[in-house]
């Protein structure tokens, strides 16, 4: 994700999430979790070992994977996340170039519904999808934040 500190991330140098899954069906089978995803950032999927040069699965599951494709399958549609920085700012996405300060509140004194009101209209601010109003990390419209995704909290 354009998230990296420095500002270097290209489409270009990134493996996508076709990609990865068609590395790992070299030597495994790969199936949806039946679990509920429940929006979670992963796409999971069980993997079992394939018979060599079929398409089929042998013996148990192995284990299971997740691949978090934000930028080539993106799951904004689904995403609930909220975030407080270390210094008391939320962030309703990754993206968001908008931040609304808790802090001062907690500092004011505010009631806990007081925060809670705050937070929820954070909340109600949030872009659709990578900080704006449509997905694209690559849009021309996408300007990528100053904060890295490890300032942030990601
Ligand atoms: S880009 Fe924003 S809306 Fe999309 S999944 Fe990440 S935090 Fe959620």
Redesign the pocket.
Known sequence: ?PLDADHGWTRRNMITAAEIRELLSVDYVLSSDPRDRDGA?AERFEVRARVPGTAEATGPVLGTVGIIA?VTE???S????T?ITAEGKI??????REEVDLLGLLREGASDEQLAERWQDAMWI??????MDH?G?DAPDFVQPDRSMSAIGG
Do not use: N, Q, T, Y
Request: glycine fraction near 4%.
């Open positions: 994700m950032p934000s993106p799951f904004c689904d995403c609930r996340r975030r962030m309703s996405c990754l993206f968001s949030k872009p659709k999808a990578h900080g997905v990390l």
